[in-house]
């Protein structure tokens, strides 16, 4: 038996991969009654440009569950546009660029207002734009995961924790997210993960913004937006319940949308790890293993992860080496696009 301590998509993308591997015996529990957690609050960015090669390899293998479902989950293939704000970072961006390319991505490099024409591109250097990348509404992910798990046995007993006799499977998965570091301390293991605050205003709804609007970042200082439903939602560094530091920021990139008061907002957290990428593999105590502590990218590269996960599982060799990912892990895995 498998039991799945979490039904947010780290759990249940685990349980829809091993039931995809032929697995009958995968139970997932979550106190919850409808699964949720921190999917709810995400902001629903799929993106490729990532600084690493794990990180990419990942991206570019679970880009066809975002595809294959786009109509259920509003899968948008707007892309992700980068912009460099300053020599510094139009060089980072630049040399990201390079790897990217090297690692398959058909990265652009366009006037910024050729693809957001209400851009105020000011003092922009530079801008790095893949096509591959897109946007989606995060919940609709989690219920294909429930819903197509389902369909293959999984059992998902939802509103239910977990019985002395149910921690005692062959396998335990910790799939908590923020609340992965309890959980792994009640079954004996560290799993250092810290939730982490962030912030999601929304402004408009607004005619003159449409639906083709990519997911746009400002590299250097962090602040990024995204198009839903005719708003600009947006999130960006420091006090994360501050509107005026992003309406200052608006003012300069976007200044139709800078209004006095922002439309909506909401906060959610992210499950960061030390070196913001996730623990997934078995830990120190055998028998136990873990999905957390995805730092942002959980939903993004859940169709590989669990998958690769789900073969380490078995037994079998995963499709994609994710063994940098070991929860025992001490060294730091870098990625210079984290944000």
Aim: with cysteine.
């Amino acid at each position: 038996m498998v039991t799945i301590l979490g039904a947010g998509v780290a759990g249940s993308s685990l349980a829809w991969a091993l039931a995809r591997r032929g697995r009958k015996d995968v139970v997932v529990f979550d106190t919850a009654h409808e699964p949720a957690g921190s999917t709810s609050k995400a902001l629903g960015g799929f993106r490729t440009q990532h600084g690493s090669e794990l990180n990419i390899k990942l991206a570019l293998a679970s880009r066809s569950f975002f595809v294959q479902r786009a109509e259920h989950i509003h899968f948008q293939p707007n892309g992700y546009l980068y912009l460099a704000e300053s020599a510094e970072v139009a060089d980072d961006l630049r040399r990201r660029a390079d790897l990217q390319r090297a690692c398959g991505l058909p990265i652009e490099h366009p006037d910024p207002r050729s693809v957001v024409p209400w851009l105020d591109t000011k003092g922009i250097e530079g801008a790095n734009y893949c096509a591959l990348d897109g946007l989606y509404v995060p919940l609709q992910i989690l219920g294909c995961y429930v819903e197509e798990a389902r369909a293959l046995g999984a059992d998902f007993r939802l509103g239910t924790e977990a019985g002395t006799r149910d921690l005692k499977a062959d396998v335990v998965v910790v799939a908590c997210g923020v609340w992965s570091s309890k959980v792994g301390r009640t079954l004996g293991v560290a799993l250092e993960v810290e939730a982490v605050e962030r912030g999601v205003f929304q402004t408009g709804p607004y005619d003159w913004l449409g639906d083709t609007v990519p997911m746009t970042l400002e590299a250097g200082s962090g602040f990024h937006f995204r198009e839903r439903d005719r708003r600009l939602w947006v999130m960006g560094p420091g006090d994360q319940h501050d509107w005026g530091r992003i309406r200052d920021w608006l003012a300069m990139r976007a200044p139709r949308a800078a209004v006095p008061e922002p439309d909506g907002f909401f906060t959610g957290s992210y499950e960061v790890t030390f070196d913001h990428h996730p623990l997934v593999g078995e830990t120190a105590r055998a028998g136990v293993w873990s999905s957390c502590g995805f730092s942002g990218h959980g939903v993004m590269h859940s169709p590989a992860v669990a998958d690769s996960l789900a073969a380490m599982i078995n037994g079998d060799s995963p499709p994609i080496d994710i063994e940098a990912l070991n929860p025992q892990r001490t060294k730091p895995l870098v990625d210079s696009t984290q944000l």
